[in-house]
């Protein structure tokens, strides 16, 4: 099995940083995949950014200018700097990721999630 923590969510006011973490464990033998996508109230969970395990990386459009995604391969981590928070960026913030287990192939996983509130 592989797992996903994450970590980094919080209370933070507009205007401010924050950044968020996410380390995979279990039976892995590559992450060609990990990223984040978000859930905020009352909305459907939308990609924010993933990362490739060659660092080649992809945002959604409204992802671009405030948000990096970066990605360490030997620590099995990612991380979501934000910068400039929104009131709008309110969210649960979840992890995922594709992995290569040494016993069942490929799986999709996803953390539990890690709440992030911009209000002042």
């Known amino acids: 099995q592989v797992q996903l923590v994450e970590s980094g969510g919080g209370l933070v006011q507009p205007g401010g940083s924050l950044t968020l973490s996410c380390t995979a464990s279990?039976?892995?033998?590559?992450?060609?995949?990990m990223g984040w996508y978000r859930q905020a109230p009352g909305k459907e969970r939308e990609l924010v950014a993933f990362?490739?395990?060659?660092?080649?990386?992809l945002y959604a459009d409204s992802a671009k200018d405030r948000f990096t995604i970066s990605g360490d391969n030997a620590k099995n981590t990612v991380s979501l700097q934000i910068n400039s928070l929104k009131p709008e960026d309110t969210a649960v913030y979840y992890c995922?990721?594709?992995?290569?287990?040494?016993?069942?192939?490929?799986?999709?996983?996803w953390g539990q999630g890690t709440l992030v509130t911009v209000s002042a």
């Open positions: 995922n990721a594709v992995a290569r287990t040494f016993d069942f192939g490929y799986r999709e996983v």
């Open positions: 990362q490739h395990s060659d660092v080649t990386s």
């Open positions: 279990g039976s892995i033998a590559s992450l060609p995949k």
